[in-house]
């Protein structure tokens, strides 16, 4: 396990259409955070889980937006009903509790686009 | 509102070149900036900093917080092509006995050859 996992790495879809996004943090990592990049901008915080708990989620996350981390280990983030705003860059990211010092470890990306 | 803002949005200079990159913040209860590279993908870690004055180098690169100022500046000596990046920024706080990033829209910086 080198690193955060993220699957797919491309995914185009239809408006309207449901999406399924998958992560697998660093086995070790009790944390781990959803972001959405796009173009030109830092990414954007949507969620985050310790463990298998849900802890925050951004006003981002609209209801279409689910996310999952069951058995706390991987998680999923769902797009109900996708809508041409969606297309971006959707990262997770992982952490280990309260150790900041090597920050959070990103995986590649899910980049999505909605035609 | 927290806030990150990193400056300047884009920069372009010649290999062999040093830059600078700002970021300032303005977030409550901060407890670090972060500093992160990213290229085609997923940002990769740089450095954190969490005490003011203490510089933090990796080969290259250098980076300094100043609570004072609520900033903190990036700088790369003998910039070489494959620094070209897009370099964000990020201020660590607590939040509801969470620990969340606020993050700035980056630099993107471009050395020619």
């Known amino acids: 396990d080198t690193g955060v996992s993220q699957n797919p790495r491309h995914k185009i879809t239809k408006r309207g259409q449901n999406v399924t996004f998958r992560c697998d943090p660093i086995s070790e990592h009790n944390r781990l955070y959803w972001y959405r990049q796009t173009l030109g901008q830092g990414p954007e915080f949507l969620t985050y889980?310790?463990?298998?708990?849900?802890?925050?989620k951004s006003r981002l996350l609209s209801d279409r937006f689910s996310a999952e981390r069951p058995k706390g280990s991987f998680s999923t983030l769902e797009i109900q009903r996708t809508e041409q705003g969606d297309s971006a860059m959707y990262l997770c990211?992982?952490?280990?509790?309260?150790?900041?010092?090597?920050?959070?470890?990103f995986g590649s990306g899910t980049r999505l686009t909605v035609v | 509102e927290d806030k990150v803002v990193q400056s300047p949005l884009s920069l372009v200079v010649h290999e062999g070149d040093t830059v600078t990159l700002n970021c300032s913040y303005e977030?409550?209860?901060?407890?670090?900036l972060l500093w992160y590279k990213q290229e085609k993908k997923a940002p990769t870690f740089l450095f954190m900093l969490?005490?003011s004055g203490i510089e933090k180098k990796s080969g290259r690169l250098s980076s300094i917080l100043d609570k004072k100022e609520l900033s903190s500046i990036l700088n790369i000596t003998a910039t070489q092509t494959g620094d070209s990046a897009i370099y964000l920024c990020a201020a660590g706080l607590w939040k509801d006995s969470n620990y969340q990033l606020i993050w700035g829209a980056g630099t993107k910086l471009i050395i020619k050859p």
């Open positions: 969490t005490s």
């Open positions: 977030v409550t209860n901060f407890r670090s």
């Open positions: 990211a992982s952490s280990l509790g309260g150790n900041f010092n090597y920050g959070y470890t």
């Open positions: 889980f310790q463990n298998e708990a849900q802890l925050e």
